[in-house]
Structures are given as C-alpha cells and as structure tokens.
C-alpha cells in the first residue's frame, strides 16, 4: 500500500540497481600494503519508479549513504550496475555525466556544510541554472531563483544573504530549492533533517512530499528515524553491515516486519503514550566489522532469535509475499 497522495508509476523503474558493491582497502605498515578490504556495500539490488520514495534505513556504518553516493556516481563502484531512465550511468564519460546530473540530483545531510559561504544564496540556487544553461537571460535566472526561494518558504529578498544569516532549516529549505531547480527526476536525499530540530524536521519533511507532488519527482531517501521514513516512503529497504535484509512498501512493513532486524528497529521508535508502551528488543553489541564479517547471517551475533543454521548458512533475500523480500532463514518465503 503506498503511502496517501504518491505519484509512484507503473511500467519501467527510473533507477534500477543490481549486485552493487563498494570495496576500500585498508592500508597498514609503512609502505601502506593493503592488508584487507572493507566491504561497505556487499551486493545491493534496488528499484526506484518514477515519483516514487524509496526510503534506504539502517544503523550508523549500514552502507546506506556509501550506496547513496554511489548512484550518484561520488563514489565509483567495485562492482554491480547502475541504470538510470534506461542509461547505464556506469559506461557513461565524465560529460555526459554532467548532463545527466541535470534529472540527478541530491540533499545533502549538513545544512551548514552543504552551502559555499562566500556565496549568496542567489548565487547557490542559481549556480545548477547557470551550470546548464537554464533561461535566457542572467535576469530570468534571478527570477526563477526568486519563485523558488519563495516555493520552499522563503521570501525572495533573502537571496542577496550569505548562508551564515540562516538557521539550519532555512538553510535545508535552500538546500532543497538548490535540488529542484533543474526539475530533476531523481533526488537522493541523504539524511536531509537528522540535524534539525524535530519540529523543523516535520516542516521540511512536508515540503518535501508536497513538492513531490507538484513535481512528480522520486526520492531515493536516506535515514536511519523510522518514524519519518513512515512519513514519506512508499517502500523501504532496510540495510545491515552492507546488505539490503528486507524491503517491503511502507505499510506492510511497519504492520509486518519480517527480520528481527527490522523489528527491532520499529520497537526502538519512542511512543508518547506511556500506556501503548511495547515490548522492546535490545540488541547485543555492535554491528560487526565490514572487514570481517560474521559467517552465515550477518546478524546472528545480535539475534535474539538465531539458530543454528543462521551461523552457518548466509540467508538470500526471499519473497514472503507480494513486494515483501527478507533475508533471514526464520521469515516465511515462496
């Protein structure tokens, strides 16, 4: 069930991601040989349609945001395909690249460090125009800057400032106008309000989906506060020490979570009803190194549930029921 007012299409997926994987090598001793390799991304398989949220969640050091910046081609990938509106972004030199980014484009998680601050922030919204040749004429640019500003909630006159004039949700909200302003098809949000108070997180998280809606544009959203995620999304993947372990639309996922991974995270959400308080499962440790990870399921040191055959055997990510895949040996599969 998709979330209410999603503009998510049917027919070909807008991005599509298979077997994607993100090695860095660890360096040690003098002459800095590689002694091992950190497998921040293992395999990771996704689609995203036009106008749809696909929200990626997980712990600190999931892989989330390595496979963020991966799509977006910050980062070259190891291994794995990448395919975007039907090109493959993988095959694609340096200045066709760029062009591409015009329907690619990204929210950065820190306001504060995302914006040049020798520059106004006319100057900030108008740089992808100027960049891409959008408009006329320098005075049309200034225009479509000004409409913009004034769509995310800012008044226009604002944009001979310098961002060090702004709270950090005005300086998201340009953020955003900085990301809508080529009409993008795609938007990777990176943690887009994580370091926002939570009442100014509520306001960028409805500017986002009402731009959406008047844009048509997809999200590929990442977080790690499942309560947003439920706020946006149509569909969710949730990652573990590099690896997507369940993916499911929004609703189903939240009412049926399938891996004791993902439950507890949906316990580990605060209830401000003290008399709806739930049980809660606490998870042992930390997740294990990307270096050396653990044989079998990868989460089975942290497990409350485990059994044998999740040491030894490492799950594949299986259909439970329609749009709902997990990987774990204990989730009912077809």
Do not use: W
Not at 99 to 126: A, C, E, K, W
Not at 187 to 199: G, R, T
Not at 295 to 315: K, L, M, S, Y
């Amino acid at each position: 069930m998709s979330r209410p007012g999603s503009a998510a299409a049917a027919g070909p997926p807008l991005l599509e991601v298979r077997d994607l994987e993100k090695r860095f090598p660890i360096r040690r001793g003098l002459f800095a040989r590689v002694s091992g390799q950190v497998r921040a991304v293992d395999g990771v398989s996704f689609e995203v349609r036009p106008g749809e949220t696909l929200a990626l969640v997980g712990e600190s050091g999931s892989g989330k945001t390595t496979t963020g910046r991966l799509v977006l081609r910050l980062l070259e990938p190891s291994a794995g395909s990448i395919r975007f509106d039907g090109v493959d972004l993988m095959s694609l030199p340096e200045r066709a690249l760029r062009r591409m980014r015009r329907h690619l484009q990204v929210i950065f998680q820190d306001p504060y460090g995302s914006l040049n601050p020798r520059m106004t922030i006319g100057s900030i919204v108008r740089e992808p125009l100027d960049i891409h040749r959008i408009g006329g004429s320098r005075a049309e640019r200034d225009a479509m800057v000004e409409r913009l500003l004034e769509r995310v909630g800012l008044d226009a006159a604002m944009r001979r400032r310098y961002p060090h004039e702004f709270s950090g949700g005005q300086r998201q909200r340009i953020g955003v106008a900085r990301a809508i302003a080529l009409r993008p098809k795609l938007i990777v949000a990176d943690e887009p309000v994580s370091a926002l108070d939570v009442s100014v997180q509520a306001q960028v998280i409805n500017l986002m989906v009402d731009l959406q809606e008047e844009y048509g544009c997809a999200y590929l959203f990442i977080a790690h506060d499942l309560a947003l995620v439920e706020r946006i999304a149509d569909r969710v993947a949730v990652m573990y020490l590099g690896r997507i372990v369940e993916t499911a639309p929004t609703g189903d996922l939240f009412r049926n979570p399938l891996h004791p991974y993902t439950r507890a995270l949906l316990q580990a959400i605060p209830v401000p009803d003290p008399e709806r308080a739930r049980e809660r499962t606490v998870l042992a440790g930390d997740p294990p190194s990307p270096a050396e990870p653990p044989p079998g399921c990868r989460f089975h040191p942290r497990c409350p549930v485990a059994i044998d055959i999740c040491r030894r055997e490492d799950p594949v990510l299986r259909e439970a029921a329609p749009g709902h895949r997990a990987a774990c040996h204990l989730a009912p599969g077809k």
